[in-house]
């Protein structure tokens, strides 16, 4: 697991060397706002110049032309002081304290005639001063989408009832303990279009439970479980909010729980090697044909279909998984995206990918994931 994690770098797009650049960090359940300002780096004029270097290389927005090494560079003064003020970790970790983490701003200075950074705390952040995550459920939008969710038997739980298990490299729980049930975690990202065609494709997945007999019983998918609903009246208890805010308080959606897939990874991290036999590949290809034909049948389409899309879990059988919509290029053609035609397409070009691995061995190597994937999307 990474220490320290970037999630984003912001400066001017119009080419501008005045640019201030801003890091956003997490760091053990903190988060770090971390400001170059180019007005008070000026006086020490190596710093600034190193400034001026770290944009033009940034501006170019190229991750092979030394944007990760200016970003790392540009973190590495900070260490020290975020390790000092990161709160200690909990022995039991909740999905609460990742969504709504503490918030320090933190600014670089330069000693006159200096060639280094230091480090200066400058305020920390109430929890209303930033950006929460999700969607407001009295969203006309959203609501169009979810309400009959909310009206099934699917569970609703708060963060603070989702115990964190594991989480990615990026710092985002993935495996979480509710109810002393295993699920993966799947944040909602406000506006993102194919998080609504992924509830719509869940709800029919639902609706099928009901029919009889049902078409999806027995198929390898992943399935929603349940739903993240937060309350600012309890999120924000201790931060009240300016009553000129008139959207809040309210309840939002902030994430999914999905089935937990034990697995060892995708199809594409898993069918290229010569330890994958091609008894293996065929039951994959089989597998993915009668799922997919069961969500065509009970009036769903996968959507994405790719090997990235596939899980293996520890069995060796294949799962799918992301069913937000949209079109991989060389997988799916534009204009048959969230069609049925574009998932048996995409099943086809699968096929024959299988076929071509098949066909050529290939020297097993060592991958950085050996001990599988965890979560389910």
Request: charged share 25%; with cysteine.
């Amino acid at each position: 697991m990474q220490e320290f994690y970037i999630e984003c770098i912001t400066w001017d797009s119009t080419f501008n060397l005045e640019s201030e650049i801003t890091l956003y960090v997490r760091h053990s359940g903190a988060a770090f706002r971390i400001c170059y300002d180019p007005r008070i780096l000026a006086v020490s004029p190596s710093v600034l110049d190193q400034h001026h270097e770290s944009y033009r290389i940034l501006h170019k927005d190229d991750p092979d032309g030394g944007f990760c090494e200016v970003a790392e560079r540009l973190r590495k003064p900070f260490e020290e002081l975020m390790t000092q003020m990161a709160p200690p970790m909990e022995s039991t970790r909740h999905l609460h304290s990742y969504l709504y983490p503490l918030w320090f701003i933190l600014e670089a200075r330069v000693a006159e005639s200096s060639s280094h950074v230091q480090p200066h705390f400058k305020v920390a952040l109430s929890r209303q001063e930033f950006i929460r995550p999700g969607d407001y459920m009295n969203s006309k939008f959203l609501q169009a989408h979810l309400s009959p969710l909310l009206n099934s038997k699917l569970n609703k739980y708060s963060s603070r009832q989702v115990q964190v298990l594991a989480q990615t490299s990026h710092l985002v729980p993935s495996r979480v303990l509710v109810d002393g049930t295993v699920y993966f975690f799947k944040p909602w990202v406000s506006g993102r279009v194919h998080g609504y065609c992924e509830l719509q494709s869940y709800r029919k997945i639902l609706a099928d439970t009901e029919e009889s007999p049902p078409l999806l019983t027995d198929v390898r998918i992943c399935r929603l479980r349940g739903l993240i609903i937060d309350n600012d009246d309890d999120v924000l208890q201790h931060y009240p909010l300016d009553s000129d805010e008139e959207d809040y308080p309210g309840t939002r959606l902030v994430g999914l729980l999905l089935t937990y897939i034990e697995n060892k990874g995708t199809l594409n991290d898993l069918a290229p090697w010569s330890d994958c036999t091609n008894e293996d590949r065929l039951r994959w290809s089989r597998q993915i044909h009668h799922s997919v034909k069961c969500l065509h049948n009970a009036g769903v389409v996968w959507g994405d279909a790719k090997p990235e899309n596939v899980l293996v879990d520890m069995k060796g059988d294949a799962w799918l998984i992301d069913f937000g919509g949209s079109y991989t290029p060389g997988w799916v053609d534009e204009d048959k995206q969230d069609t049925v035609e574009g998932d048996r397409q995409g099943v086809q070009r699968i096929d024959d990918w299988l076929a071509k691995w098949s066909r050529r061995p290939v020297t097993r190597i060592k991958r950085s994931d050996e001990e599988g994937r965890e979560g389910a999307v």
